[in-house]
């Protein structure tokens, strides 16, 4: 199991230190430093083996968190681990910074006391977390019985993510579905791979322990019911052509019954309170590609090149596409950009080695250009340049992958609210993932 | 710590943590509010005390902590409960013998039957621990019961608590298939969690019991089509855990390829991934190129090869080499690609590209060799070893269409001192084959390289090649022609698959550090912890033949596994033969006589030959290779490029123990026992002469009489001394079969006379067959079909050999070291059955069927089946088979 955790600043001096194992010895935290945060080379494998230790480690904006360990552990585990304990950080005090970590140094070492014992992971919920690790110095004997009682049946217990008794006057809840569209397309506009990643994310607000029930038009519900009421999956859906969604594989936050899933696939949690990611998923087929883009590019001569970029929307025209950025590389031996663009702005970054064209919004069903002549200094690098392809950024208000929210019921027996009572809201937003066009 | 502030009281224990090594002493004084804390009324405290407790390791402190450890595994709260289970597993690892006096290993096991699945999950986490450095023992005792609870408690704890059982499942053998797929169908549902370490586990589970499942059955289908998705949502977690998940990938694609055979679009690598989920896609990439998709993958290959990190181009030039390997129809493409990549002139790349084509070359002769004009064009900048290697490699072989071959080659050899070995061999080995393609203009050049490799040369590899061909060359040019110049077998298309038995131990370990090193966990851990050797369980009511663990321990490569490498699989069986195989009981002293033996005649020969150009050069006995000059070349050097593996063709010819063949009172004295070897191709006659009368004994001779394949001595009998009263020598008489040919009943009979001052006497004996067999007995398979087809059915005669306590494998190794060659496998019915060829040194050949019936789990029957030409033969060939495979 894990033999120890370390957290390091960028030059590679400890902010953090907790060994679990005998085995891992103070030159461990050395080892690290001069073997890794201070190699020229950068990073070839997220786990190194240095005299038959062995290091884990991510990196969160300037930080280095590193497991350590001698065993042939779980190596998912680990870094589910080390991911899990940065979302704990974040939750706790914000930015994973060295200031932040500095500040909260008395904090990390209880969590870290609490979260893994002997190298091995326990409750790590947030939720179940802030219940007793708080930075207000609690009194051990302000607590009753009852609340410490309730405080470890919530630790250990078969529902660990939501404590009793919590009320709300208003019950509402929240959904979004957030969706990534992947793309890589081929010059000629023929697509090597595209899928969709997409998240339902929950914010609720709902008092008791709500059982919740979760529907969406997923291909093989929708059929199978179907099958016994022809005419309901006719009149479902915003007619929007396509009913229903083949998704390719789904992932669940712990609070779903996967067996229930697995059986019957319905979707049915006692959720956390707050806000949680419910489900992941994945699609392949059918997937609206929100925008397409067209690159040309010809050189001319040695020492110039044109570059002229045609980007079309491909949605509803009443939907508008926001935060619309266009990066188009350029060589490394570049001199002088000309730039001229139909809409929004597009500059030439050198220190990026790209021409990064912005628009604010566009809606559907349009397009626009861009048009650029490159000026190359003359080099004699026998190199070729490599085409990096033109990525894309953009975010649309639906959903790419064609997934609808159908219900989401919620049921609490004890207390006197019922599903029509709570307040619910759904969003769809679509963003581009990677979303590539070689040229 | 006395303070009631939870908050402080963790500080101080943290303290106490860190510093209690250093201040024992002051640590002790810490052992009552511990004690206290252990009986707090908050359970947060109580679980706080003894897990601050067990991680101070100090002797002192221990012994206190056991009266609290046994309080708080039964205590009421189950935060506690879960906390003191985990520390038991710390105090074993401070104390294991405390841990088993107390009794704590019983409570522990107690709690997987627990009521809370927390405190389940803990339990199961530290009695796995606690039973990886015992071995042996019984600890984790699962049964169907326990595995139930497990299975229920699966469902209802944290993420972390599944892994725990998850792993522990994985270490569970079901009894049969049913079991195991009752298991995997409670455990599927798992695929779906949003931890990838769950999933991963999972995995594990399922790739383990699948292998009990028959593969006709639905469930197994289902199984797999389930399988794909969750590996494949992998890929789009945080790139450090896409890249353990990669790395797994790589083995279970190796496993059962059909599960991802649909997928190769996920593995396109992105420009933006880091370089080291780059590269292991890329790998899979190549594992599932097939004739389908080889286009796409093509398309993408050649896209990479124009990045910027070095290692990854070269790896996708590599790649595009592999798949012309892989997929013939692909092969004309890659070779336009490369060609298109090698006009870049980018350096690393020309390089790279040169060494697949290499390989391109050997797999698909003749076909694409118009391209070596644009190669040649490349040679001034190639600069790294294994480039320059390929090239010269190329340039020997096809020496005969290079118009300035030898020009070339000449140029290299200027620095030949300054080549790596690779590089040395190579051209050693291509200037022998330009030699022998145009000898007329290249025979300064051939004994300049000979001189440089055998002379100045400190590499025994480069010398006892360049030996070798010098002997070759002078003994016997159309022999070394043949040789040098034999046509190479077929390279096969996976080169870096892993090792079956490996991989299967690896499958086992899917979601750890050993998945991720691609090594068994003993390479990377220290001490006995983890290092137990898992295996899959053996395939049930099945038809196919599944690797058993036991017949192929873990470490040492099974002899039969054509699929993977089969250019070397008789090698690699000779080499087994080298440890596995029976003892060899000869006298030592016979055999360095041989060779010596052998050695001189050589050397004379070589002088005599090689004189006027060597100017009188004589090798030194000592340092000349010994044995590879004999009959065996003809095997060791069929693929010139595994020369020092030629070596390993020493076989272990079954020898057996001497037996008495004139007794003292038949020849006034004098006692002859002895018994027949075949050691590197040359017979020999080992015997022991004993002087059983008062008188000395000299002069002594040997003659034979004409028999059935020729024996005769090939070296007079020498006994240098006198032989004293009471007295006795060993003598190892080498043997050829020149001799005059006369047919014998029994067949094997021979018919002896020796002589000294007293007298002549007479004697006969009956020699083993397989001293006859000889080495090169191996036959093509096609040949081997074609030829049992063509010999007459009533030349087959079966015999039947019991009682054997051999395997397949076994059986097939042992037979192999007496140069029985095993040509085939096959599994019907669940018996194995080796089709196996020898020649004998007349030149007749023996074909054999054996059939390997388990009669009970010890012991197998043995069914033979003889075909040959000469069907007298075959009733000696099969005592041959059974004094071989009983001894």
Known sequence: ????????????????????????????????????????????????????????????????????????????????????????????FGKISEENIKNNFVLIYELLDEILDFGYPQNSET??????????????QHQTKEE???????????????????????????????????????????????????????????????????????????????????????????????????????????????????????ISFIPPDGEFELMRYRTTKDIILPFRVIPLVREVGRTKLEVKVVIKSNFKPSLLAQKIEVRIPTPLNTSGVQVICMKGKAKYKASENAIVWKIKRMAGMKESQISAEIELLPTNDKKKWARPPISMNFEVPFAPSGLKVRYLKVFEPKLNYSDHDVIKWVRYIGRSGIYETRC | MQTDNLELKKLVYLYLMNYAKSQPDMAIMAVNTFVKDCEDPNPLIRALAVRTMGCIRVDKITEYLCEPLRKCLKDEDPYVRKTAAVCVAKLHDINAQLVEDQGFLDTLKDLISDSNPMVVANAVAALSEIAESHPSSNLLDLNPQSINKLLTALNECTEWGQIFILDCL???????????????????????????????????????????????????????????????????????????????????????????????????????????????????????????????????????????????????????????????????????TLLDLIQTKVNYVVQEAIVVIKDIFRKYPNKYESVIATLCENLDSLDEPEARAAMI????????????????????????????????????????????????????????????????????????????????????????????????????EETDLIEPTLLDELICHIGTLASVYHKPPGAF????????????PPRTGSSESAESPDTAPAGVPAADQPSVIPTQGDLLGDLLNLDLGPPVSGPPVATSSVQMGAVDLLGGGLDSLMG?????????????????????????????????????????????????????????????????????GSISMDLVLTNKALQVMSDFAIQFNRNSFGLAPAAPLQVHAPLAPNQSVE???????????????????????????????????????????????????????????????????????????????????????????????????????????????NGIWVLAELRIQPSNPSFTDLELSLKCRAPEVSQYVYQAYETILKN
């Open chain 1, 1 to 92: 199991m894990i033999g120890g955790l370390f957290i390091y600043n960028h030059k590679g001096e400890v902010l953090i230190s907790r060994v679990y194992r005998d085995d891992i010895g103070r030159n461990a935290v050395d080892a690290f430093r001069v073997n890794v945060i201070h190699a020229r080379q950068q990073v070839r494998s997220p786990v190194t083996n240095i005299a038959r230790t062995s290091f884990f480690h991510v990196k969160r904006s300037n930080i280095w968190l590193a497991a350590v360990t001698k065993q042939n552990v779980n190596a998912a585990m680990v870094f589910e681990f080390l991911y899990k304990m940065c979302d704990v950080m974040t939750a706790y």
């Open chain 2, 525 to 536: 851990v220290e001490g006995g912890r983890g290092v137990v050797h898992k295996s899959l």
């Open chain 1, 148 to 266: 410490q009682s309730q405080i470890t049946s919530q630790v250990t217990g078969q529902i660990g993510w939501r404590r009793e008794g919590i009320k709300y006057r208003r019950n509402e809840l929240f959904l979004d579905v957030l969706e990534s569209v992947n793309l890589l397309m081929s010059p000629q506009g023929q697509v090597l791979s595209a899928h969709v990643s997409g998240r339902v994310v929950m914010k609720s607000y709902l008092s008791g322990m709500p059982e919740c029930k979760f529907g969406m038009n997923d291909k093989i519900v929708i059929e199978k019911q179907g099958k016994g009421t022809a005419d309901e999956t006719g009149k479902s859906e915003l007619g929007s052509g396509k009913q229903s969604i083949a998704i390719d594989d789904c992932t669940f936050h712990q609070c779903v019954r996967l067996s229930k899933f697995d059986s019957e696939r319905s």
């Open chain 2, 393 to 492: 490699w190329i340039v020997g072989e096809y020496a005969e269409r290079i118009d300035n071959a030898d020009e070339l080659l000449e140029s290299f050899l200027e620095g030949f001192h300054d080549e790596s070995t690779q590089v040395q061999l190579q051209l050693l080995t291509a200037i022998v084959k330009l030699f022998l393609k145009k000898p007329t203009e290249t025979q300064e050049l051939v004994q300049q390289v000979l001189s440089l490799a055998t002379q100045d040369s400190d590499n025994p590899d480069l010398r006892d090649r360049g030996y070798i061909y010098w002997r070759l060359l002078s003994t016997d040019p159309v022999a070394a022609k043949e040789v040098v110049l034999a046509e190479k077998p077929l390279i096969s």
């Open chain 2, 731 to 841: 003598i190892s008489l080498p043997l050829n079969t020149v001799g005059s040919v006369m047919k014998m009943d029994p067949l094997n009979n021979l018919q002896v006379a020796v002589k000294n001052n007293i007298d002549v006497f007479y004697f006969s004996t009956l020699y083993p067959l397989h001293i006859l067999f000889v080495e090169d007995g191996k036959m093509e398979r096609q040949m081997f079909l074609a030829t049992w087809k063509d010999i007459p059915n009533e030349n087959e005669t079966q015999f039947q050999i019991k009682d054997c306590s051999l395997n397949a494998d076994s059986v097939s190794s042992k037979l192999q070291g007496s140069n029985i060659f095993t040509i085939a496998k096959r599994n019907v019915e669940g018996q194995d059955m080796l089709y196996q060829s020898l020649k004998l040194t």
């Open chain 1, 127 to 140: 939720g179940a977390l802030k219940t007793f690790i708080t930075q207000q110095g609690i009194k051990s």
């Open chain 2, 612 to 680: 006027g150009g060597s100017g009188g050069f004589a090798p030194a006995p000592g340092t000349a290779v010994p044995s590879n000059t004999g009959a065996p070349l003809g095997s060791g050097l069929g693929d010139l490029f595994d020369l020092t593996g030629g070596v390993g063709t020493l076989s272990g010819s079954y020898v057996a123990p001497k037996t008495v063949w004139l007794p003292a009172m038949k020849a006034k004295g004098l006692e002859i026992s002895g018994t027949f070897s075949r050691q590197v």
């Open chain 2, 170 to 336: 994985a270490n569970y053998m079901p009894k049969d298939d049913r079991e195991a797929q009752s298991i995997c169908e409670r455990v599927t549902p798992r695929l779906s969690h949003a931890n990838s370490a769950v999933v991963l586990s999972a995995v594990k589970v399922l790739m383990k019991f699948m292998e009990m499942l028959s593969k006709d059955l639905d469930y197994y289908g289902t199984l797999l089509k389930k399988l794909a998705p969750p590996l494949v949502t992998l890929l789009s977690a945080e790139p450090e855990l896409q890249y353990v998940a990669l790395r797994n990938i790589n083995l279970i694609v190796q496993k059962r390829p059909e599960i991802l055979k649909h997928e190769m679009k996920v593995f396109f690598v992105k420009y933006n991934d880091p370089i080291y989920v780059k590269l292991e896609k890329l790998d899979i990439m190549i594992r599932l190129a097939s004739q389908a998709n080889i286009a796409q993958v093509l398309a993408e290959l050649k896209e990479y090869a124009t990045e910027v990190d070095v290692d990854f181009v070269r790896k996708a030039v590599r790649a595009i080499g592999r798949c012309a390997i892989k997929v013939e129809q692909s092969a004309e493409r890659c070779v336009s």
